[in-house]
């Protein structure tokens, strides 16, 4: 079956610093790949997506590139910031299956 | 151009009480699912309906819940007898009737506290 699995937080950086989650998976055919953001107390926002292999998806000055090689799908963003504090999820959906979620990774970004 | 509502956001029920969760998708999406997260834990899939149909209840236990997705109105997740265990955040996504390209739009929760 389908399963993703994520780095375990909380990764603690101060702001400005580089950030990289890291996510792999397993799924048969060719998913598609999602990150989710969850800021405390509200439910999970999508954050950006690929749905083919080498496919890179973008947003906030988040990044995440579909590597089916190495199935991994890690998020990277070059200098964050306190408002970046949250939990990330990563995620998969195959042909017409529900999504699939990691386990979550924590992010505190102190000032 | 509302998105996935929840209601109610906090929900508190004593023990071998009936919780009712509703969930409206969004306008356009006619797939619903249902997720559980436990604290500490990540999202763990419960139900998917489509309109008055269960197309996948597989992560749903077996007693006293169930959920259903009427013709009209919303989709309402039930939860028989409560117990401490059921406390949690109860999460709806809404997808349009597509392929696995479109993600899933979630509903801010609902947060059942079993006292």
């Known amino acids: 079956g389908n399963s993703v699995t994520q780095m375990e937080g909380p990764v603690t950086l101060s702001e400005e610093a580089f950030l990289t989650i890291n996510c792999t998976y397993t799924?048969?055919?060719?998913?598609?790949l999602f990150w989710y953001v969850q800021y405390p107390g509200e439910g999970l926002q999508l954050l950006l997506k690929?749905?083919?292999?080498?496919d890179k998806g973008s947003n906030k000055g988040f990044e995440a590139t579909y590597r089916k090689e190495t199935t991994s799908f890690h998020l990277e963003k070059g200098s964050v910031q306190v408002s970046d504090s949250a939990v990330y999820f990563c995620?998969?959906?195959?042909?017409?299956?529900?999504?699939?979620f990691g386990k979550g990774t924590m992010l505190l970004v102190s000032p | 151009n509302a998105g996935v509502m929840q209601n109610p956001r906090h929900l508190v029920r004593r023990r071998g009480q009936e919780a009712r969760l509703r969930c409206s998708p969004m306008?356009?999406?006619?797939?619903v699912y249902w997720y559980r997260q436990l604290p500490e834990e990540g999202l763990k899939f419960m139900v998917y309906?489509?309109?008055?149909?269960?197309?996948?209840e597989s992560g749903m236990p077996k007693e006293r819940f169930s959920a259903e997705f009427p013709k009209e109105g919303p989709s309402i997740l039930r939860i028989q007898q409560v117990v401490r265990g059921d406390s949690a955040a109860y999460f709806c996504?809404?997808?349009?009737?597509?392929?696995?390209?479109?993600?899933?739009?979630f509903g801010s929760g609902t947060r059942l506290t079993v006292v």
């Open positions: 996504a809404s997808s349009p009737p597509a392929g696995a390209n479109y993600g899933y739009t």
């Open positions: 799924a048969t055919g060719y998913p598609s």
């Open positions: 690929a749905t083919k292999a080498d």
């Open positions: 995620a998969l959906r195959g042909g017409y299956s529900t999504l699939t």
């Open positions: 306008k356009g999406h006619s797939h």
């Open positions: 309906l489509q309109k008055e149909n269960i197309i996948d």
